[in-house]
C-alpha cells in the first residue's frame, strides 16, 4: 500500500513498523509531529509521552531501552544540546533493545535561536548518523537506525532538517514487525551500564572497536547511492541538498550519502577516481568537505562558492555552483516595494498587556524561548536577551548581581510555563539558594504554544487528552523557597503594573504569575471577556496613535481627509484608527490605553 506522507509522519509510521514501544520527545519545530502523530495513530502500540525537557525524553528512552524495548526519542537541534550528557555517556554504555534520536536542523533559523549543525555531535558522541532524503527514506531510515542500533550496540541518531521534516512524497507502507530483544533487566549488567571509572576504561575501547566496525559497514550501506553520469563532474550530497542538485543538474554524477557519520572512505574514494572535479554541497558548516579534505583529496568547489548561511533552494545552488554570488531575499526586495509584516502574537493575546507594561516601566527584560519572544520586536520591544529554554531566569540574577546598588535600573525575566518546567525550575532555585532579589513572571498560558498547543506537566493532560496531575506553579516556586509570590490578570494593565513595581523594589526573590490567560488559539480553554468586541467612534479619536503601541492586528491605521480631519471638539487630526470586529476578542486592553476615550464596547 502507498501514501503520501509528510516527513515527521512517516518517521512516526517507520517507528510503528519497527516495532517501537516507547516514544518520548519535548516539542520542537521542525520535529513537533513525529510524536503527536505517534500519539494518535499508533497508541494501541506505542506509549507515547510528552517529556518536561529534552535530557528527560532521553533519559526515559534510555531506561526503555535497557528493559529490552526499542526507543525512539525526538528533538530539534538545540534540543540535543540540552540531552547532551546523557547521550555523550549514552555512547559509551550501548543500549540492549534499539534506541534512535530523531534531531531535526532548522536551517535558516525559521523557529530557533541558532542555526547549528547537528551532524557535529554525530562525531563528538562517537555515533552513527543517518540522513533521509525524501518521506520513504525517513520511514526506511527509521527501521534501519533500529537495526543499526541492536547490531552496534549503539545509539543512532536520525538527522532530518525543515524541508525534510515537512515536505509529502510518497512511501510504501509495511506492516510492523516486533524487536525479538527480550524484555527484561539483568543485574549483571551492571558493568556496561554503570559509568564509573574502572568501567569507563573499559567501554571506551568498546567505542573504538565499534566505530571501526561502523566505518566498515558505511561502505556496505545500501543507501550510500552513486550515480555515475557526466563524469567530468561529481557531486557528493545528502538530505535535502541531493534533491536540489539533481533537479538543478540532472546530468552530474552523485553520490548521496545516506550515513553521514562514519563516512564510507573506500565509497568516496572509488567516486573521486570515477570523476574528475568533484563538487560537495551541504547544507550550513562544512562537515564533508572538512572531513573529505582531511583524507587527502582535492575538491573543485564546496564552500569556497556555496554559502554556509541561509536555507539552501535550488536557485542557491545554481546560482552559486555557476559562479553568482546568491542574494538572499533581504538584500533584493526594496524596503518600499512590499509593506513590513514582522510576526506577531495574536489579536487578544495575554502576553500583549503584560509587555506593554513591563515597556511602559522602563524594565530590562530577559527573555525566553517562546511566542512572547515576538514581544521583542516592535511596537512593543519589550524583551532585549533571548539565549535558550530558561536561560532568562538565571542570566536576570547575574545582572542584578552586577547592577546591585548601582541606581542603573530594574531587570526581570519572563519565562512561559511550559518553558518554565523545561529549564526554569534550576535557575530559580538557584535564586533563592544564592540569596538573590530576581524577579521572574512566569507568563501561564496553559500550553506549549509556539509548537502547536502541545501539553505539558502543568496542563493537567496527556499527549492523549487523559486527565493527570496538573502542576501547580504557585506551589511549585514556594516550594523553592521563593516568599514572595504574586498573581495578576494581565489583562488589567493597571493593577499589573503596580504588582510588577512593587515586586521590583523587593531585595528577596520574587515570582509573579500570570492568569486567566489561556492562549487565544486553545482547543479546551478559552477567557470570555465582558464584550464580544470593540470599536472607534471616529468623532472622538484623535489620531495620536497610542493604541498602535501594542501592536494587536485587529487595529489599523487609517489616513483621513476632508470634514474627517476635524474631531468634534475642533481638534486637527492626519488620521484614525479602526477595529476588525473578526479579529477582536473584545480584551479591551486598547480601550484602557485609549486617553480620548474613543474605543467602545461593540455590539453584539
Not at 555523550?88 to 534499539?98: D, E, N, P
Not at 532585549?384 to 530558561?390: D, F, I, K, R
Amino acid at each position: 500500500m502507498e501514501k503520501i506522507l509528510q516527513g515527521n509522519y512517516a518517521i512516526a509510521r517507520g517507528a510503528w513498523e519497527a516495532g517501537v514501544k516507547v516514544a518520548c520527545a519535548y516539542p520542537g519545530t521542525p520535529s513537533s509531529e513525529v510524536l503527536l502523530a505517534i500519539a494518535s495513530l499508533y497508541k494501541n502500540d506505542i506509549q507515547a509521552e510528552w517529556s518536561p525537557n529534552e535530557k528527560v525524553a532521553l533519559e526515559v528512552s534510555i531506561g526503555a531501552s535497557f528493559a529490552g524495548a526499542r526507543a525512539l526519542v525526538c528533538m530539534k537541534h538545540v534540543g540535543l544540546n540540552v540531552a547532551s550528557d546523557p547521550f555523550m555517556t549514552l555512547s559509551y554504555t550501548g543500549v540492549k533493545g534499539g534506541l534512535v534520536i530523531l534531531v531535526a536542523d532548522d536551517p535558516y533559523a525559521h523557529s530557533s535561536q541558532n542555526e547549528q549543525d547537528s551532524r557535529h555531535w554525530a562525531r563528538f558522541g562517537k555515533a552513527p548518523m543517518i540522513e533521509p532524503s525524501d518521506s520513504q527514506e525517513c520511514k526506511d531510515f527509521v527501521k534501519l537506525a533500529f537495526d543499526l542500533s541492536e547490531q552496534f550496540d549503539t545509539p543512532v541518531l536520525l538527522r532530518t532538517e525543515t524541508r525534510i521534516s515537512h515536505s509529502f512524497s510518497p512511501v510504501i507502507l509495511e506492516d510492523r514487525k516486533e524487536s525479538l530483544i527480550p524484555i527484561g533487566l539483568d543485574m549483571k549488567d551492571a558493568p556496561k551500564y554503570t559509568m564509573v571509572p574502572i568501567y569507563v576504561r573499559q567501554r571506551r575501547l568498546v567505542v573504538e572497536e565499534r566505530m571501526k566496525k561502523l566505518e566498515a559497514f558505511a561502505d556496505d550501506f545500501k543507501h550510500n547511492i552513486m550515480e555515475i553520469n557526466d563524469s567530468k563532474i561529481g557531486v557528493i550530497t545528502s538530505g535535502v541538498s541531493y534533491q536540489y542538485t539533481k533537479e538543478v543538474f540532472p546530468n552530474y554524477s552523485y553520490f548521496k550519502l545516506g550515513m553521514v557519520w562514519p563516512l564510507p572512505r573506500k565509497m568516496i574514494a572509488e567516486f573521486f577516481q570515477k570523476v574528475k572535479k568533484v563538487i560537495i554541497v551541504e547544507e550550513l558548516d562544512p562537515f564533508f568537505e572538512t572531513e573529505i579534505k582531511a583524507m587527502g583529496y582535492k575538491i573543485f568547489h564546496g564552500k569556497d562558492v556555496l554559502p554556509s548561511l541561509y536555507e539552501f533552494n535550488p536557485e542557491i545552488i545554481e546560482q552559486s555552483i555557476k559562479g553568482k554570488r546568491y542574494k538572499p531575499p533581504v538584500e533584493r526586495i526594496n524596503a518600499e516595494e512590499l509593506p513590513k509584516r514582522p510576526p506577531n502574537l495574536c489579536s487578544a493575546c495575554s502576553h500583549r498587556p503584560l509587555f506593554y507594561a513591563l515597556k511602559k516601566l522602563g524594565v530590562f527584560v530577559f527573555g525566553d524561548i517562546g511566542c512572547y519572544t515576538l514581544a521583542a520586536g516592535p511596537p512593543l520591544n519589550a524583551i532585549h536577551t533571548t539565549v535558550c529554554m530558561g536561560a532568562g531566569v538565571g542570566a536576570a540574577f547575574g545582572a542584578t548581581k552586577v547592577l546591585e546598588g548601582r541606581g542603573l535600573g530594574k531587570v526581570c525575566s519572563v519565562i512561559g510555563d511550559s518553558t518554565f518546567l523545561h529549564g526554569g525550575i534550576t535557575p530559580l532555585m538557584n535564586i533563592v539558594y544564592n540569596k538573590g532579589s530576581a524577579t521572574t513572571i512566569i507568563l501561564d498560558n496553559r500550553t506549549t504554544g509556539m509548537t502547536g498547543l502541545q501539553e505539558h506537566a502543568g496542563t493537567g493532560y496527556t499527549i492523549g487528552g487523559e486527565s493527570t496531575h496538573q502542576i501547580n506553579l504557585e506551589v511549585l516556586v514556594r516550594a523553592l523557597g521563593v516568599k514572595h509570590v504574586r498573581k495578576v490578570d494581565p489583562y488589567h494593565i493597571k493593577e499589573t503594573m503596580e504588582v510588577i513595581k512593587e515586586e521590583l523594589e523587593r531585595d528577596e526573590p520574587s515570582v509573579i504569575i500570570t492568569m486567566n490567560g489561556p492562549c487565544m488559539l486553545h482547543r479546551r480553554e478559552k477567557r470570555q471577556f465582558e464584550h464580544p468586541y470593540y470599536a472607534v467612534e471616529m468623532e472622538k479619536c484623535r489620531g495620536c496613535g497610542m493604541c498602535l503601541e501594542i501592536g494587536c492586528p485587529a487595529i489599523t491605521w487609517k489616513e483621513v481627509s476632508g470634514d474627517e480631519i476635524l474631531t468634534e471638539d475642533g481638534h486637527k487630526r492626519k488620521g484614525v484608527v479602526s477595529i476588525n470586529r473578526l479579529q477582536c476578542p473584545g480584551c479591551g486592553v486598547c480601550r484602557q490605553i485609549c486617553k480620548f476615550e474613543s474605543i467602545v464596547p461593540g455590539k453584539a
